[in-house]
C-alpha cells in the first residue's frame, strides 16, 4: 500500500517534467531606414506610404501592412514580392502556406495592432487589376498574411546556450538559457522584398533584411505566462517542442491498474480503508 501512495506522491512531478519545451525568437532588423517601434512591429517610411513588417506567434507568421499616404491610389503587387532565404525566393502571392526553413524625424503613429491573431485584410482588386495585385485607395492601407516561416527544430536545438533568468507574467524570475547573435553570427536571416507602384511601368522596390538577435530555449514558461506585453510584440516568435509523454503515461496507467488490483483484493478479503 506504502508503494501507492509514493507512486500517486510523483504523478505532480513527473507531469510537471514532461512540459513542452519553447524557444522564443527575437527578431531585429540591419535596416538603417527600417525602425523597430515600440510594439516591435518593423516600419519603413517615406512621404507616400509607410510598410511595417510583424512576426508575432508560433512560427513566424509575416504580417505585411502597406497604407497609402497619398491622394491617389498605389498598388502593390504581391506576385512580385517575395520572401528572400538565401539565394530563394517564395511569392507572397497565394494561400496562406508555411516556408520550412533551415540555417544550412516625424513622430510615427498607425492605427493597426501587431496581434498574431489580426486577420489579412485585402481591399481587393478594382476593374482589371491582376488577382495578385491589390489596389490601395489614398489614406487607406491593405495587408498580407500568406506566409510564415518553419525554422528546423533540429537546427535551434543545436545551437549553443547560456543559463539566463527571466521573469514571467507573475514577476516570477524563471531560469532559462539564452542565445544572443549579431547579424554576422545570427542563424538565421532573411529578405521582404515588396513591390509597389502608382503606374505599372514605373515601380517602387522596398528591401527589409532580418535576422534572429535572440534565442530563449525553456521548458518552464509558455508564451501566455511572458511578462507585460511580450507575447503580442511583432518582433517576437516561438517555436514549440512538444512533450513526449507516452512513456509517462505508460507508467502511470500501469501504477494505477496495479493500485486498482491491490485494492480489490484487500477488499475481496474483507481489509477496509477509510
Not at 516600419?43 to 513588417?53: C, K, M, P, Q, R
Not at 532573411?190 to 513591390?195: A, W
Request: hydrophobic share 35%.
Amino acid at each position: 500500500m506504502k508503494k501507492i501512495f509514493a507512486a500517486i506522491l510523483l504523478i505532480p512531478l513527473l507531469l510537471t517534467s514532461c512540459s513542452s519545451t519553447y524557444f522564443f525568437s527575437v527578431l531585429n532588423t540591419g535596416t538603417p531606414y527600417t525602425e523597430k517601434v515600440d510594439n516591435g512591429d518593423f516600419v519603413f517610411e517615406n512621404d507616400s506610404l509607410w510598410i511595417a513588417h510583424c512576426f508575432n506567434g508560433e512560427n513566424a507568421p509575416i504580417q505585411i501592412t502597406v497604407y497609402n499616404k497619398l491622394d491617389t491610389p498605389l498598388y502593390v503587387d504581391w506576385g512580385k514580392s517575395a520572401l528572400i532565404v538565401q539565394d530563394q525566393a517564395v511569392s507572397y502571392a497565394g494561400k496562406a502556406s508555411r516556408i520550412s526553413i533551415s540555417t544550412s524625424s516625424e513622430t510615427y503613429h498607425y492605427p493597426f495592432s501587431s496581434s498574431s491573431e489580426t486577420q489579412s485584410i485585402s481591399i481587393g482588386s478594382i476593374g482589371a487589376t491582376p488577382s495578385n495585385v491589390d489596389f490601395i485607395p489614398p489614406r487607406t492601407k491593405v495587408s498580407n498574411a500568406t506566409l510564415s516561416l518553419n525554422l528546423s527544430l533540429k537546427d535551434v536545438e543545436k545551437l549553443s546556450y547560456k543559463n539566463a533568468k527571466m521573469g514571467n507574467k507573475h514577476q516570477e524570475s524563471i531560469d532559462v538559457k539564452r542565445a544572443n547573435f549579431t547579424p554576422e553570427d545570427t542563424p538565421f536571416s532573411f529578405t521582404s522584398y515588396i513591390t509597389v507602384y502608382a503606374v505599372p511601368e514605373k515601380p517602387m522596390v522596398f528591401e527589409q533584411d532580418f535576422y534572429i538577435s535572440s534565442l530563449i530555449k525553456t521548458n518552464a514558461m509558455s508564451p501566455k505566462n511572458l511578462p507585460g506585453d511580450m507575447s503580442q510584440r511583432g518582433d517576437m516568435f516561438f517555436i514549440e517542442k512538444p512533450a513526449n509523454n507516452t512513456g509517462w503515461a505508460i507508467l502511470l496507467g500501469a501504477t494505477v491498474v496495479a493500485g486498482a488490483a491491490i485494492l480489490e483484493t484487500k477488499a475481496g478479503n474483507n481489509y477496509y480503508y477509510e
